[in-house]
């Protein structure tokens, strides 16, 4: 290891005593009550988390026999889960991978050895029986398919990346193949990330270059050759200030850790060694704090860091450390997160039978809303439809306040956005198909001339369905405002009452004062 090196693995463990409200981030596991047993996780030998979780639902792949199988609970689900229990289990071979939607929390995604992709729809409460027919099948792939990611803003827009070396963009509502990178990479890719504004994709690859690539003009625009030395697999993330954080491993096989701006990727900005472990290092990017969470398989530690414009920039925070390992793990979205016990983060744990959640709190005296733990999050409602993003726009995330105990709505988004026109196609796993939907939702594997008719078609019964749909959900929408709101008043009453007593505390103390008693 270089001296360079070496000084900022020491600067790393320096940065332990500098400021920060994350400096006591404390992780604790939950009690075994409230674990869910007898999960049969996958043995896939496959670098994946294996598990997704939203504020309403956890999934994880699991072992089955003849083909692939993940299955899906509410997210209050706890203790043994039954042999029987019903599990979505459409594939022909292992699942892969699996992701839920950002924009709707009963739509996942999963992608498996069978070189499909499927989107299935997750009725509230979870599953009664067996699902084995998709709403939509994406077939595009020669080989199996290994990665799975949502854009972060525009609705119904998926990236599928393959051992084919091919990366695919998908317009989920039509089923309709939109960009596809054949020659970006000459070998297998291990990691893909949006960017905060679904401009731009970075990736990693078998041959050690870090890429950032416009998926919609097919463009590389920056390439860095030996991200990492080693010839293990890597991981990058985009973060939100445009800087992407890579893992990998060293020439003598130390994991490490790496920052990268990307005006210049000829050097990182810091670049780490942690250990000797043969894990893949999976990074959890929360951009509201601006942490990043590294969780290996097969270690029994979590490691978690601040990102900040001050050097060394990554600044490690603490670990997490448990006597069993894990075999993947699941990261919830901020909206699940309990505000109320100032909970920040929280990991899903897979055991080789069980799912441990596993909660990352800022230790606070007030039980007042902590505002500075947080900023408001990207919320259920997409910036932009997909036919706005592939005609070239791009939004940053719409953001919503975690303010008043905020919990996910159950349905109020999931509505909204079912009446925009490219999402007829979600309808068709709740029920009965309609003629039209069932056109809509046709997998298709690469855009025709047949899909481009279907949809002309179409568009009557797509508005008809809008316009219903958007006058039925009025009276409600305006119900959910109001009851916001009068969360919000309580929140600000709360605040003015500890004032008032805190004012009175203060003047009594001053009489005494004066009085000459103190």
């Avoid at 030998?45 to 699991?62: H, M, Y």
């Avoid at 599928?160 to 091919?166: F, H, R």
């Avoid at 920040?344 to 230790?363: G, N, W």
């Avoid at 900023?375 to 975690?402: F, M, N, R, Y």
Wanted: glycine fraction near 8%.
């Amino acid at each position: 290891m270089s001296a360079g090196h070496a000084l900022s693995g020491m600067s790393f463990r320096r940065g332990v005593v500098r400021q920060s409200k994350f400096r006591h981030v404390f992780a604790q596991a939950w009690k075994a009550e409230h674990c869910i047993d007898d999960v049969r996780v996958s043995r896939v030998t496959w670098d994946s988390p294996l598990c997704a979780v939203n504020p309403k639902f956890i999934a994880v792949i699991i072992e089955a026999g003849g083909g692939g199988a993940f299955l899906v609970v509410p997210i209050s689900k706890s203790g043994r889960i039954d042999q029987f229990c019903p599990t979505v289990c459409g594939h022909a071979a292992p699942v892969l991978d699996i992701q839920w939607c950002p924009h709707d929390d009963n739509v996942i995604a999963s992608a498996s050895e069978d070189c499909t992709v499927k989107v299935w729809q997750i009725p509230d409460g979870g599953l009664t029986s067996p699902v084995t027919d998709a709403t939509v099948t994406l077939e595009g792939h020669s080989k199996r398919v290994g990665l799975l990611a949502w854009h972060p803003t525009a609705f119904n827009i998926l990236l599928t990346a393959g051992c084919d070396n091919v990366i695919c963009v998908w317009n989920v509502g039509t089923g309709e193949l939109v960009y596809q990178l054949d020659d970006a990479h000459p070998d297998l890719i291990y990691s893909v990330s949006w960017n905060k504004d679904g401009s731009a994709i970075c990736t990693v690859c078998k041959d050690k270059a870090l890429r950032v690539i416009d998926p919609r003009r097919g463009a590389v625009l920056k390439v860095r050759e030996k991200v990492h030395d080693g010839t293990r697999p890597m991981r990058a993330v985009f973060l939100s200030d445009g800087k992407i954080l890579t893992t990998g491993f060293s020439r003598m096989s130390e994991r490490q850790l790496a920052l990268w701006d990307t005006k210049d990727l000829s050097e990182p900005m810091v670049i780490q060694e942690m250990d000797t472990s043969n894990g893949v290092l999976l990074p959890f990017y929360d951009p509201d704090t601006n942490m990043v969470y590294l969780c290996g398989k097969g270690d029994c530690t979590i490691r978690y860091f601040e990102v900040t414009d001050e050097s060394p920039y990554v600044h490690f925070l603490s670990l997490y450390s448990s006597k069993e390992p894990q075999r993947g793990a699941g990261f919830l979205s901020k909206r699940g997160v309990d505000v109320n016990k100032c909970e920040i983060a929280r990991f899903y744990k897979l055991h080789e039978r069980k799912v441990e959640p596993i909660s990352m709190t800022v230790p606070r005296k007030s039980d007042l809303f902590q505002g500075d733990l947080y900023p408001d999050t990207a919320g259920l409602e997409p910036a932009l439809l997909a036919d706005e993003w592939i005609a070239g726009q791009d939004a940053p995330p719409l953001l919503v306040s975690l303010s008043g105990g905020y919990t996910a709505p159950p349905s109020k988004h999931r509505d909204t956005l079912r009446s925009k026109p490219k999402l007829v196609s979600q309808d068709s796993g709740t029920g009965a198909v309609p003629p039209s939907a069932g056109n809509v939702a046709a997998p298709t594997s690469t855009p025709t001339s047949a899909t481009k008719e279907t949809e002309e078609e179409t568009p009557q019964p797509r508005a008809a369905t809008r316009e219903m749909d958007g006058n039925g959900e009025r009276p409600k929408r305006e119900d959910d405002v109001l009851s916001e709101l009068l969360a919000e008043m309580k929140a600000l009453r709360a605040v003015v009452l500890a004032q008032n007593q805190r004012i009175e505390l203060l003047e009594r103390q001053l009489a005494r004062i004066e009085d000459g008693d103190v």
